[in-house]
């Protein structure tokens, strides 16, 4: 008799697709929900949905973006700067923006090389960004991927082609932990890994 | 520019009514579910709509229920059992199902008594329950609601209903911590509590 009703099951079973969400709290979650607030629910069923369907990217920097350009690449000075920054990921160039640091555009990777999960330059988006550099307004490239084997190897690649179009070329500096992941960074370690940059 | 676009700051926001979800992974949680696991996402928002519209609740016990009556009170001993454990939550009730300890049938408050946030023996479906001990058919009943102030009145009520009916009654016995909530107690403390259990 120890057994949830089979929506009650399948709604915890759905809530463990979340990062972080074991059996424990997922059931907490569902009873939660279900006792306390059913319009609370409604609500994140709707918009989760909505934003499923409708959250796209950006035709040129490939960030999260809900209409063709993002309000970075829009900008009138920003869109057009000489100076870029990459990042694996739309979260680490979240980070990044919450340290007001950096004025440039950006190059979101969505992801980073591992040819072991079937992740090389085609699905980094590395066409288009060559075709970026290959115009010549870019004269700087930060590469912010992760301290991890995997950003090592996607900034290695990216270094290359930069070079080959003499664009100059800075990592930011190893003052992240080892092995760690931006995205989880704290401010002020990444504002010293952002002036620290080193020449590539 | 350090915003987020206007669906997924609403998708964060959403995903901060789950409990225990705060502002930094409820940004983890989009993010993640956006960028590799949309169809996730969709499954989640299909599951929760279909769970907070068409779950209901037991016309007998009051629990979590998808028809009109639940598996124990459909069930042909434990449905007219003589003893009746009465919880404050599915929640609860899930838990001592899980303990394999009791074969009786169930009433779920769905609360306990607390008139300062407007919760009377009316919201806790007592009316209900004083017809259903008033039939003659249950001949224990065995208290299991939280040990807190709200968990004690509640329980009092109850009993002083129970003698009007010269029903046995007990509660469980206070080896769970005090002020700590059914739910969070591991098995073993709950057997021992339930085995404990002393008369009202
Ligand atoms: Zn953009
Ligand atoms: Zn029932």
Chains 1, 2 share one sequence.
Request: hydrophobic share 40%; proline share 4%; aromatic share 6%.
């Amino acid at each position: 008799m120890g057994k949830h009703t089979p929506l009650v099951q399948q709604l915890i079973d759905a809530l463990r697709l979340l990062p972080s969400v074991g059996p424990k709290s997922a059931q907490r979650m569902a009873y939660q929900l279900l006792e306390r607030n059913r319009e609370g629910g409604m609500q994140l069923a709707q918009v989760l949905q909505q934003a499923m369907q409708k959250v796209g990217h950006c035709q040129q920097c490939r960030t999260f973006c809900e209409g063709q350009l993002c309000q970075i690449c829009t900008h009138p000075v920003r869109g057009h700067s000489a100076v870029m920054c990459i990042v694996a990921s739309a979260a680490d160039l979240y980070a990044i923006e919450q340290t007001g640091l950096f004025a440039g555009r950006y190059f979101v990777l969505r992801g980073q090389l591992s040819p072991l999960d079937g992740i090389g330059p085609a699905e980094l988006g590395l066409d288009q960004l060559a075709k970026q550099l290959a115009q010549g307004q870019v004269q700087e490239v930060i590469l912010a991927t992760n301290p991890t084997i995997e950003g090592d190897a996607t900034a290695f690649y990216i270094a290359e082609l930069c070079k080959k179009h003499q664009i100059q070329v800075s990592r930011l500096a190893q003052g992240m932990p080892v092995g760690g992941e931006l995205e989880y960074v704290d401010g002020s370690t990444l504002s010293y890994a952002f002036s620290g940059r080193k020449p590539f």
